[in-house]
């Protein structure tokens, strides 16, 4: 298998990512940098929708309580990586950032000089998870770094 | 942080409307408005002299402080921000309802009535400047988003309706309030408690978590996305689980609120049978308000109506959480914690309804207007001016038509006009304008019938004023809601939450529209 020493992941817990983490962990050596990325998407800021029966303390509770969730949620994706990153002697760090999934991704790997950027395909049809799609093809034209993407578990 | 954005928008929507203003009230605008009045007077010639007028200056004024003045963060600093985005879409409503509707139902008119149904298409689909207003932000929320100096202010389209429904306890009678009341309460629990259990006894079936089954049922039940937005936390819902049933609950909202008009007018359902129906079988209480609005733009029975169904259901809100708090707990092994009863209530009592009820209250005192004016009209022929009771010549037009009319009641009552040349009592006024309805006696006759009709029923200054600013604020509210719409958010419906929500919503909106037609009556 190739390997890398300065990683780009791109990944948010959904089957495809964690077969995105699982090659990035395998192609990083001892030593190697492994910079996660997660992004969480600007839908989530229209989620209240057109509530307006709702007193603000009730929205209120109701948005601490979806950051929250989101937030153990990445905190879990993040661990599991960490986890393993650390069990390999790989440098790892992560950041996570609101917005939309493919500017996010190029600003960050502009940011670094990374060698690759890896990620999972995208999510077949009927699966479970959010849907919020990262077209592949315009940001492999735009990214001046190699792009390695894992195919689903499934396919 | 400084939340005021320094900058020329809110002083271009002022001159905006000062120029809106300036063109109507010299006449420039007469041709145009003549083309989107299609022969008829045009309805909105005195708002368009006054309303953009007045907001165009508070508009002019702020807006050359924003952006020439010097901000400090604080209160004021938070409140001076939300300016722009309300006045963003009070000009969206201005536009919609001033010349787009208007500029629609030209074009629909001039493509002739649709087969049999003997209406025009702008009617049968409702489109009218409430529904346009909403697709509008929702138009603008997704392809230009909305701009960020707008922002703050597109969320003061909650305040803008909860103060609609306030002002709406202005205009109900007690009776009104009492038979709508107890038809709400019926229908809505009877729905409200049935959808619940269908979509928790579906959930269980198609073995969908129970965090999944508790918000879907909150959603599909009660009131759409905000007993979402109540009950998610209560049942501990999942990120994904709640952008299912966000997503599911507003494709749904949004259809109904384009559907439901549709078939209230192909059915010929009366405003009341309407109200009740959009009240119950419309998932999301926002898109309730805009079709009913949809259903009668010029009039407000209908929202009346619907918005006693809302206050309802938004009364059952907490009771339901906290069925689905206690009801989580009970399923679920690894929540300890006991559910707090008095909380829930309290945290999610809708602390607006107390104004609707306060208002009401006011109004039965006669502090707006006598008694007889609660409903919007009055009938009084005692003052009735020379110059509003019948000519010699429309006596003789209308004496030349009586030989087309009937039945005796109308023949009786028309004789009476004919004598008196004014209504003389409610019953000969009602059973005129069922002569009127029946278009009988041809176009002038019944223009003439009209007259004497507006000759004796009146509308109250004070209740003419509440309708008016009611009218604004549902217009204004629906507009900025729309604009917190995404399609990203709509995007998210999938899975089994939208096959279980498919189901429950399809059974509730064909069972209420059943029972609506069976046993509501035509009249409150």
Redesign the interface.
Known sequence: MMSANNVLLASHGTEGAVAAENVALQMCGKGARLHQLIVVPTLWQGMTGDDWLNNGSTRDTFRRYLESEIGREIDEYCQRVSDEAEQNEIEYSRVIIVGEPEACLLEVSQNDDFDLVIMGSPRPRGKKGLRSRMPTEPLARSLRIPLLIVPYPDE | MVYTKKGPALFIIGVIMLAIWYLADSGMLAGYIEHLAAGKKYKYSHELTTIPLYFGIVALVIGAWQWFGTHREGHWDYYSSTIAGGMFILLIAMLVRWFIAPEIAVISMSMGKVGDTGKYIHKLLGLNYVVLGIVTGIII?NVFKVPEWAQNGVRL??LG??TGVILLGTLYSAAELTNLGGLSIIMIGFFVLGSVGMTLWLGSRMKVPNSMGGVLSAGMGV????A???A??VVQ????E??YT?GT??IW?VGCMFIFPIIGNLFGMSYVQFGAWAGTGIL????VAGAALAYQPDGIETLKVAEIF?ITR?LV?PIIVLWLAVWYVKREESVTESVNVGQVIF??????VLGFILMFALSTTGIFAPAQHYKGKYFDNTNVPASKMLTDEEVSILRANAGKVQRADRKAALERLLEGRKIASREDDATLRGLINAKVMGKESGKILKKAHKAVRHTAKKIKAFRQWITWLFAF?LVG??M???V??M??A??QPAIIGGIVGLTKAVLSLIVVIMLVSETV
């Open positions: 929320v389209s909650r309706l909860k009131c759409g996305v905000s979402t937005v109540a998610a936390p819902a999942k990120s994904v709640i952008a966000i609950i507003l909202g999301n209480s926002a898109q809302n938004v809100l945290a999610k009592f809708p602390v607006f509210g809601l729309g917190q719409i995404t990203s958010s995007k998210q999938g899975g």
